[in-house]
């Protein structure tokens, strides 16, 4: 059973660069990491998604080791806007083969004038 | 806007009723996932189909069906309403089902039981 863990909640003040880390120890080897990004009330919102080494987008850059086993999410220079709740996303993979997307618990980022 | 299309924003009714949640997924995209998201929780994976098929389950009660038809659309029926059923339900869709696939949700139906 694939499972996610990351901090619940963590605050920054604005202009900082922020460092989201995600542990996946069970990710299986045909697994891609995706983080989503969620306001209240909101459905949420793809923000990447890689599989190994380093992805870069116009918002954010996801950093994945070797071994995959964890991910960051960078965000640079984040703003009052960016406060949200973040959720790192792998597969989970029954034995039938069928693939589910299970969010975790996400990361509530308050971003601070 | 995510070209996912959740109908009806809002719901209130009372214990013991039924509602009907619809979602018309992006176009092209076949396959459609439902989510039960409830006050200041996470966002908890019921069901999935892909091209009309039911292709993944997760934590969906008994009380709660769901399908899609040919159009692609879908919808999520809720009976036997309990006060903690009262929760955001939020659709997903992606063009294929599987790895590597990015979910495109609606704004959600509020659904509120008295």
């Known amino acids: 059973l694939a499972k996610t863990t990351q901090p619940i909640s963590m605050d920054s003040y604005e202009g900082q660069e922020v460092n989201i880390t995600c542990s996946h120890n069970n990710i299986a080897t045909n697994d891609y990491i995706t983080w989503y990004q969620q306001f209240p009330s909101q459905g949420p919102r793809f923000i990447i998604q890689g599989y190994k080494t380093k992805v870069t987008n116009e918002v954010a850059s996801l950093f994945i080791p070797a071994d995959r086993k964890s991910s960051t999410l960078s965000l640079p220079r984040v703003s009052l806007s960016d406060t949200a709740v973040y959720y790192c996303?792998?597969?989970?993979?029954?034995?039938?083969?069928?693939?589910?997307?299970?969010f975790g618990t996400g990361t509530r980022l308050k971003v601070l004038a | 806007d995510s070209g996912v299309t959740q109908t009806p924003k809002h719901l209130i009714t009372a214990t013991g009723q039924r509602v009907t949640l619809r979602c018309s997924p992006r176009?092209?995209?076949?396959?459609v996932y439902w989510y039960q998201q409830s006050l200041d929780q996470g966002l908890q994976f019921l069901i999935q189909y892909y091209n009309g098929e039911e292709r993944a389950k997760g934590n969906i009660l008994e009380r709660f069906s769901a399908q899609q038809f040919p159009d692609l659309h879908s919808e999520l029926n809720l009976s036997s309403l309990e006060l903690g059923d009262s929760a955001l339900y939020f659709c997903?869709?992606?063009?294929?089902?599987?790895?590597?696939?990015?979910?495109?949700f609606g704004e959600g139906s509020r659904l509120t039981v008295l």
């Open positions: 176009s092209g995209d076949l396959s």
């Open positions: 997903a869709s992606s063009i294929r089902t599987g790895e590597g696939g990015e979910l495109f």
């Open positions: 996303l792998v597969g989970d993979r029954a034995t039938s083969g069928t693939y589910k997307y299970i």
